[in-house]
């Protein structure tokens, strides 16, 4: 069966709770970015698509994959420069927050400290298939006649909520053709390609995506960020307690069981044993001349602002971070036997850190603003409430900018 893109009606049924606000859904054409919300996190500038694409170089292609009534999921390619991967090799790093989860390719990837490969994002049982073509994919070049060995690199969240995921139809087509579609520029986000079965929140979560430039005094690099959402926790937006006023938030029954009474005008919420579980994968770019040890560390500090949106990255929670420099100044052959990298020195890198925290967060309010309803035969996940968040921000003084 040949995969098509389909999205899903509107919801009209609202559940009333305190401040003129609710739980419910937008219309599927409400979907909008984080910045026209006043959500603007941080104090850098973004590049002209805020997006990893602001990275020079950088290619991101989708593929959303629906079958019958029970196949939403797809796949995410992040492609790092337009050359040879396998000969002009970036540097590349990992890093854990909580590790449940199935990363392919990542012994090879820490161990070497670089990439030979695309990234790719799908789902959980899909990494496999996803990995056999992408390695297909780089085996058929031309230029990799003589190759015996190819390292791919998939990362996972499990969309199981709403994707039949144990079937797995279609994904080596989706691959191929997120891999040919990949480009530069604006980035679609929310259900599309690896994020079309995501949740996050108890809300329908996806693909989300920002950047941040620095200044000339701080060197002038450019930090990109995507993330394929897939989490719950306490969802809090700018420090807004979003959550917990829409009345959906992890361990609510057990907060409410115990006497605890809910956050003035809380509603009823999803009253099921949600715990924060699920997964967040967010690949960071930049062209700052950095190799793996401080790339690592760039990684770390992308976690800070998944926290900042309510994840406490619990136990069932696979967070991963890989990041890559696109620097010329960085790259290396696979056959060098000396390094001749020029690095940005530690003292360089603080700057760094606060474009990706900023970056980060901001993405993953992008991927739960910008999703839309996705329904199959066993559930229907509809967006976070925009109007409702509107209103909880506006009363704390986060206005749209005018």
Not at 257 to 279: F, K, L, M, N, T
Request: include cysteine; hydrophobic fraction near 40%.
């Amino acid at each position: 069966m040949t995969p098509m893109i389909q999205f899903s009606g509107v919801c009209t049924c609202l559940v009333a709770v305190g401040l003129a606000v609710s739980a419910a859904s937008a219309p599927v054409g409400a979907q909008q970015r984080a910045r026209t919300m006043g959500l603007a996190p941080g104090v850098f500038t973004p590049g002209p698509n805020n997006a990893i694409t602001d990275v020079a170089g950088v290619r991101v292609g989708h593929e959303t994959v629906t079958m019958g009534d029970s196949i939403r999921t797809g796949v995410t390619a992040i492609i790092p420069h337009g050359g040879d991967l396998y000969r002009d090799r970036v540097p590349a790093a990992l890093h854990v927050g909580n590790g449940f989860g199935k990363l392919l390719g990542v012994t090879q990837l820490r161990e070497l400290g670089e990439l030979e490969t695309p990234i790719l994002l799908t789902c959980t049982l899909c990494i496999w298939q996803a990995g056999d073509a992408l390695a297909h994919f780089m085996l058929a070049k031309p230029e990799n006649a003589a190759v015996r060995s190819i390292n791919p690199v998939v990362g996972e969240t499990n969309d199981g909520q709403l994707n039949a995921t144990r079937s797995r139809p279609g994904i080596a087509d989706a691959v191929n053709r997120a891999l040919a579609s990949a480009d530069t520029g604006r980035v679609a986000e929310g259900s599309v390609g690896a994020g079309h079965g995501t949740v996050m929140f108890g809300w329908k979560g996806g693909i989300g995506t920002s950047s941040r430039k620095l200044p000339a005094s701080l060197g002038g690099y450019t930090v990109g960020v995507i993330v394929q959402g897939n989490y719950g926790g306490v969802l809090q937006m700018a420090g807004v307690p979003v959550g917990q006023l829409l009345g959906r938030y992890a361990f609510q029954r057990d907060v409410e069981r115990a006497g605890s009474p809910p956050p003035r005008g809380g509603g009823p919420g999803d009253r099921g044993a949600e715990r924060g579980d699920g997964s967040c994968m967010i690949v960071i770019a930049t062209d700052a001349p950095i190799l793996s040890r401080n790339l690592e560390r760039l990684g770390a500090r992308a976690v800070m602002g998944l926290a900042r949106t309510g994840s406490s990255a619990s136990n069932g929670s696979g967070d991963y971070v890989i990041a890559f420099s696109t620097s010329p100044r960085v790259r290396r052959a696979p056959d060098a036997t000396i390094s001749t990298n020029d690095e940005l020195g530690n003292e360089a890198m603080s700057a760094l850190f606060q474009a990706v925290t900023e970056a980060a967060e901001e993405a993953l309010y992008d991927a739960l603003l910008m999703a839309t309803p996705v329904s199959t035969r066993a559930a229907r996940v509809n967006p976070l409430p925009r109007d409702s968040v509107r209103v909880l921000l506006e009363a704390r003084g986060i206005r749209s900018p005018r």
